[in-house]
């Protein structure tokens, strides 16, 4: 049973920065893409960041310029670092991973929190 397991949120002040990384057991390579999503009080959840096994990227309009997504294919991770952070950033982010059969791994969740 594949389970992303994310790690690195916290709270952090606004215009600070914060890493969140999501592990794997198993090899990226069996994963086509691997995510970000977010989920706020009261609000849908929303797509952050994807990057594809070869690399191409996506983020949503509301990060661009201050998130980044990376992989490290050695270790099993996805990282996203987190700069610039405002409040409405504030949110549960999860870690999402799509195999190559299609089907959908969805982390539990870490928490960030932005304070004003």
């Known amino acids: 049973q594949v389970q992303p397991v994310e790690s690195g949120g916290g709270l952090v002040q606004t215009g600070g920065s914060l890493r969140v990384s999501c592990a794997v057991s198993e090899s990226i390579f069996r994963f086509t893409t691997m995510g970000w999503y977010r989920q706020a009080p009261g609000k849908q959840r929303e797509l952050v960041a994807t990057?594809?096994?070869?690399?191409?990227?996506n983020y949503a309009d509301s990060v661009k310029g201050r998130f980044t997504i990376s992989r490290d294919n050695a270790k099993n991770t996805v990282d996203l670092q987190m700069n610039s952070l405002k409040p409405e950033d504030t949110a549960v982010y999860y870690c999402q991973m799509t195999s190559l059969s299609s089907f959908n791994y969805w982390g539990q969740g870490t928490q960030v929190t932005v304070s004003s």
């Open positions: 990057i594809t096994s070869g690399g191409t990227t």
